[in-house]
Every structure is written in structure tokens, then in C-alpha cells.
């Protein structure tokens, strides 16, 4: 009965796929003359597009203001007690439903380094805790399933005020945005009367745009359930690189772009920005095309020196807002947790604590260190800090306490070392942005 279901399914929602383009078979694969392309940013955007355009012929130069390349993949050592020891802008999951990243890392042989998860969980306290691994990841079934966990009840369904969930079915890129875009989750939540484990299950999703509820568009929110949950079979469980970012990822990846003749100029941020008349000017030096795959905060930047743009872009652009603050705090310890979980789990948030990952059951080289030294390598992850927790000493303190809450057989550990981190440089995704986000193509000719 559920194959007929899920085959009717696939054929009423088009195998779940929507055609976005209609390549021209008869364009060339091959540029015939030389065009230069610039690309601001080597994070997995700019290093994709320099990879594109280069296998395609283009002459590119790569910018990137730090020493490592990635973004927020990025991977950088650092010394501790006499150790040299890596760490990263915290942990990164390949979902199912990351379709041309994935496809990209199987053409580059990359896909041999991913590690599925176990589990998708999410923890209320030591004991309880929401499970989404046997979920029927076929549309509609996988709604039932989450009623039979509990995440909502036949009261859900019958009570007048819940009514408006129902538009959590009924995403459209158009009216979506134009309904929900002004409204928070918060907001949505209490009208709607919406259960508290399927609270948990959306804060799970508002807090990987590293926004509080109250802050996060309700719209960005029922889109995100669909990419991941309601237009697909991928499901919520997910892969992730068995070692460091740079072994896995970067390092190759460089490898193929350097064999392209792609020119990587690290710890060189764009200073400089003109719109000429037959292209750009960057750093003083002139390219037939510009592509931006800068951080918000990078972007905002380069903005105020740009010269030339077409209004329309230097204000869509100058509208993009950095999110809420955010702290990693990786922690390399003398115990181990005492029992079985997935390398990575997320919490029932009390004040900082989002998510905990488990390196030493995930990476190589973390596990290594911790046969060596006898103890766990965690990363606890705040999404999204409070307004009133802004001390780093008691941001430490919050997200340890939490920390113990689900694992109080920890308490009392000793850190060996540590790598903490208090940031607010990822893209926002708050109430009434939409209308003025900046598509891929700009107004300014030339300039993605």
C-alpha cells in the first residue's frame, strides 16, 4: 500500500523535480576568445564559480582576504600547550537535497570522505529526546510519521486557530513571501497554537539561519521545510567529511583549480571596485567580469568603495544585514561521553547551547587525538546568542552549563585546550527582507 502511495506521490509532485533553465544544446562548452573574470570570495560559492568558469576557459582570478581558502568551510591550525592542533568555523552537514554540491563532489571524487549520520536528533534534557531516523522521507507519508513521534496530535488538526499550519503545504515562491515574509515564527507559533516538540522541530530550522525565533521570517522558514522535508524524498538525515575540511575538501579542490590555471591570491581582500566600459576594474586591475560570493559583512565593505554600479544593485546589495551574533567553542577534553549518540545532535535550547558536536566520533585526526590522549573533542554551537549574553567568559560558562545538562557525566572535565569563537558574519534572514534581497543577476552588466 505505502509503494502505491509513495509512487502516486512521486507522480503527482513531477518526481520532485522543477525545471528552473532550458540549456542550449548548441552553445559552445568552450569560451573561443579570452575573457577575465574576477571572482571576490573563496568560499564554497566563489571556489565553485572559479572552477565553472575555468573549466570553461575563462581566465579567472581568485580573491580571498583570509590565508585559508573555504569561507565558512574553512580550516586553520593554531598552537595550544605546546600542540599544533586544526580547527574550523564550526561543524557542516551534506544534506541529500544539496543536489549540484553533491553532484560536483562526486565528478571531483570528494564524495568518498562523506560520513552519513546515524540519526537526526534532537535533545530536550539528559533523558528525552526526538528521534527522526526511520521517517518516511516520501511527502505527506513523512507528515504522518512525525504525528505517530508525537510532534503534533489529532488536536493539531481539528482546532480552529490551527488552521493557518496547513499553509505549510502549500509554499509558493510568490504568495509565500508575500503572506509570511513580514511574520516571525514566534508569532506564527502562538497564533497557531503550534505544539511544543513541532516548536522544537521549526527552531531547528530557524536556528541554521542563525536567528531567534522572534527574529526569522516565518516565509524563509515554511521554504526552508520544503527544500528539506515536503518537496523531496532526501530526508532529514544527512552526510558529513570524515576528516578536517582541508584534507577532505580544500586541499583537492585547490589542487583542480591551480591545474586550470585558476590564480589564487590569498590574504589579498578587494580593495577597490569600478564599473568601466568594457568591464571592471579591481585592485586596479581590469577583468571582463565580476562575480561576488563575499560574506555580508565583505560585501557591505567593498560596497562603500565601489564606483559605477547601477542603483538598483548598490541598493539591494546595501540592504543584506550581517545575522545575530554566534559562538563555536571546540573544546578538547580528558573524558568521553557515556553513551551511544551521533556525532552530532541538536539541543532544546535554554539560553545558548544549539547544538553539540561529537569530532572524535566523526574526523580522523580528531579521533587519532583522542586514543592518544584519552578524552572527547566537543564543539558546542550557539546559532544565535541572546542580546543579553555578550561577556566571552560567560558564554564559555552558558554553553558548558548546557552542555551538562545533557551529558552531566562530563561535568567536572578537564580542557586540555580550546578555540572559542564569537562572530556575526552569516547572512540574515529576518522579518520583511525578502523584497529587497539582490538576485543572482544584477543590473550592472557583468557583475553576479
Avoid at 571576490?40 to 573549466?55: D, K, T
Avoid at 580593495?271 to 586596479?284: A, D, M, V
Wanted: aromatic share 12%.
Amino acid at each position: 500500500m505505502k509503494t502505491l502511495l509513495r509512487n502516486k506521490i512521486r507522480s503527482k509532485l513531477k518526481n520532485y523535480k522543477v525545471p528552473l533553465n532550458t540549456p542550449d544544446p548548441s552553445a559552445p562548452l568552450m569560451l573561443s576568445g579570452e575573457k577575465r573574470v574576477a571572482v571576490a570570495g573563496a568560499g564554497i560559492a566563489g571556489m565553485v564559480a572559479a572552477l565553472s568558469l575555468a573549466e570553461r576557459g575563462f581566465r579567472v582570478t581568485l580573491f580571498e582576504k583570509a590565508s585559508y581558502l573555504g569561507g565558512k568551510i574553512g580550516s586553520w591550525t593554531f598552537e595550544s600547550g605546546g600542540e599544533t592542533l586544526r580547527t574550523t568555523h564550526g561543524f557542516h552537514a551534506f544534506f541529500n537535497q544539496y543536489y549540484n554540491l553533491l553532484a560536483l563532489m562526486q565528478r571531483l571524487g570528494l564524495d568518498v570522505n562523506l560520513k552519513e549520520i546515524d540519526d537526526y536528533v534532537v535533545l530536550f534534557n539528559e533523558h528525552e529526546k526526538q528521534h527522526f531516523k526511520g521517517i518516511d522521507p516520501t511527502p505527506v507519508l513523512n507528515i504522518l510519521d512525525l504525528r505517530k513521534r508525537g510532534v503534533f496530535n489529532v488536536f493539531t488538526l481539528i482546532n480552529p486557530l490551527s488552521i493557518p499550519l496547513l499553509q505549510l503545504l502549500r509554499y509558493d515562491p510568490d504568495t509565500t513571501f508575500r503572506r509570511y515574509d513580514k511574520e516571525s515564527f514566534t508569532r506564527f507559533a502562538r497564533r497557531t497554537l503550534m505544539p511544543r516538540k513541532m516548536r522544537v522541530v521549526f527552531n531547528s530550522f530557524a536556528r541554521a539561519f542563525f536567528a531567534e525565533p522572534h527574529k526569522m521570517s516565518m516565509a524563509e522558514l515554511m521554504k526552508s521545510f520544503h527544500f528539506y522535508f515536503l518537496s523531496n524524498e532526501g530526508g532529514l538525515i544527512y552526510k558529513s567529511l570524515n576528516d578536517d575540511f582541508e584534507y577532505t575538501f580544500l586541499r583537492p579542490f585547490e589542487q583542480r583549480l591551480r591545474a586550470l590555471g585558476v590564480d589564487i591570491r590569498m590574504q589579498t581582500p578587494v580593495e577597490s571596485l569600478q564599473k568601466t566600459e568594457p568591464g571592471f576594474r579591481l585592485n586596479g586591475e581590469d577583468f571582463d567580469y565580476c562575480i561576488l560570493a563575499t560574506d555580508v559583512k565583505g560585501t557591505s565593505a567593498l560596497l562603500q568603495r565601489a564606483e559605477g554600479l547601477h542603483s538598483t544593485d548598490v541598493q539591494q546589495l546595501g540592504s543584506l544585514k550581517a545575522t545575530d551574533r554566534y559562538a563555536v567553542y571546540r573544546i578538547w577534553t580528558d573524558r568521553f561521553e557515556a553513551r551511544e549518540t551521533p556525532y552530532f545532535v541538536m539541543t532544546d535550547k535554554r539560553r545558548a547551547l544549539d547544538s553539540i558536536t561529537f569530532f572524535h566520533l566523526l574526523e580522523k585526526e580528531s579521533a587519532e587525538w583522542s586514543r592518544t590522549h584519552g578524552g572527547g573533542i566537543f564543539e558546542l554551537h550557539s546559532y544565535s546568542l541572546p542580546d543579553d549574553l555578550r561577556d566571552e567568559q560567560e558564554i564559555r560558562r552558558a554553553l558548558l552549563e548546557e552542555f551538562y545538562i545533557y551529558f552531566p557525566e562530563l561535568k567536572g572535565l578537564r580542557i586540555v585546550h580550546e578555540y572559542f569563537q564569537h562572530r556575526d558574519d552569516f547572512p540574515a534572514f529576518h522579518t520583511g527582507q525578502y523584497a529587497l534581497r539582490p538576485p543572482v543577476c544584477m543590473q550592472t552588466p557583468g557583475l553576479y
